[in-house]
């Protein structure tokens, strides 16, 4: 059975920083680039961020770039979001996906063959 878990959601004040993990199981991790994508309260989802499968080359979304870091441990199966400078904006639920075999970058929920449940980062005063 396929499992994308994310963790390390939470309150955080504006300015402040969280890092997510994103733990997989049930699929070959290392062959699957992998996305963060968030969804604001009655918005449609937006891509993050995305990093190949072998980790050495990684996407940003504009809004995110130079503040975000994305990252993955194959031996863990593991990926990571380092999210520094939060604004109120980005209070969200954060997803992680892994996308279709081959497919890179994946930038659009079309392309992503597993999803995770999500987590949600309120960025609050």
């Known amino acids: 059975e396929v499992q994308l878990v994310e963790s390390g959601g939470g309150l955080v004040q504006p300015g402040g920083s969280l890092s997510l993990s994103c733990a997989a199981s049930g699929f070959t991790f290392s062959s699957y680039a992998m996305s963060w994508v968030r969804q604001a309260p009655g918005k449609g989802p937006e891509w993050v961020s995305s990093?190949?499968?072998?980790?050495?080359?990684?996407g940003y979304s504009d809004s995110v770039k130079r503040r975000f870091t994305i990252s993955r441990d194959n031996a863990k199966s593991t990926v990571y979001l380092e999210m520094n400078s939060l604004k109120i904006e980005e209070t969200a639920k954060y997803y992680c996906?892994?996308?279709?075999?081959?497919?890179?970058?994946?930038?659009?929920?079309?392309?992503?063959?597993?999803w995770g449940p999500g987590t949600q980062v309120t960025v609050s005063s």
């Open positions: 990093i190949n499968n072998s980790g050495d080359s990684a």
């Open positions: 996906a892994g996308a279709f075999p081959g497919v890179w970058p994946a930038r659009t929920r079309f392309e992503y063959k597993y």
